[in-house]
């Protein structure tokens, strides 16, 4: 499947419509970083990666000081989800802080505390102005993505060339495009712990439950109770559901 995928965007090159790609700058004055990544399937290693800099004016670079395992890491690890290739490194979920910033970045600085957003939105295009940021259509040039769906998400942080083939977080440092957009100023005060799960586990779970409509008296059935399952429930409680019901092996 990975060689098919793979063979299929080669041939077919970047999406025109993408503007932004995941594409790997070294910095000119060297340095590696360590870094997990994919090698095959059950195969992911911690490898010396180069540093990355800078390649678009609105790029933010951050030194991560927070990360962690989302379960649809698991597709990866298994092999499941098409086009990753050898190298390509892992991890949506991640914080840090600003340690470059493009010329046409002036919202944030180096030293700067974020949390990023583990899709990556352009802030421009009819969905981000819709805030449908998960739908935007210029950040993932995955051409096999859209002859299969019929339409393009957004791009995503290390989840296979599939959703844009860029690197992904769970490394020293990550290259965030589009920085002003998706990356989310922190105050001090807050521990990484405290603000790590915004990245993705938090905004999904609660999605879930604004999603269905979940309002105060409502029963409400949760398939699978991992930590996302288990944070909607939390969520329900807060929206006054009278009865959870759980379901999991």
């Not at 990556?120 to 040039?141: E, H, M, P, V, W």
């Not at 769970?170 to 915004?198: H, I, K, M, T």
């Not at 979940?214 to 807060?238: F, M």
Request: glycine content about 12%.
């Amino acid at each position: 499947m990975q060689t098919a995928a793979n063979a299929y965007q080669a041939y077919t090159g970047p999406h025109p419509e993408a503007v932004v790609h995941g594409a790997i700058k070294a910095r000119a004055e060297g340095g590696t970083m360590k870094a997990l990544a994919w090698f095959g399937a059950k195969d992911v290693r911690v490898i010396d990666a180069p540093i990355p800099d800078v390649i678009d004016d609105k790029d933010v670079v951050l030194k991560v000081t927070g990360t962690t395992i989302c379960g649809s890491d698991l597709h990866l690890y298994h092999g499941e989800v098409m086009a990753l290739q050898k190298g390509d490194i892992l991890g949506h979920e991640f914080m840090g802080l600003v340690d470059r910033v493009g010329k046409s970045v002036t919202k944030l600085k180096p030293g700067d505390r974020v949390v990023t957003s583990f899709q990556i939105a352009c802030g421009q295009c009819s969905y981000c102005k819709r805030k449908l940021s998960s739908f935007c259509d210029r950040t993932n040039d995955s051409v096999l993505q859209e002859k299969m769906y019929g339409q393009r998400d957004a791009g995503f942080f290390g989840y296979s060339h599939f959703t844009g083939g860029f690197p992904g977080g769970q490394a020293e440092y990550v290259r965030v495009p589009f920085g002003e957009v998706n990356c989310l100023p922190l105050p001090n005060s807050l521990p990484d712990e405290a603000v790590l799960y915004l990245s993705d586990i938090l905004p999904t779970s609660y999605h879930c439950v604004v999603d269905t409509g979940v309002k105060e008296g409502d029963t409400v059935g949760i398939w699978g109770l991992g930590p996302i399952g288990i944070c909607t429930a939390r969520w329900c409680q807060l929206k006054g559901a009278k009865r959870i019901i759980g379901i999991d092996q």
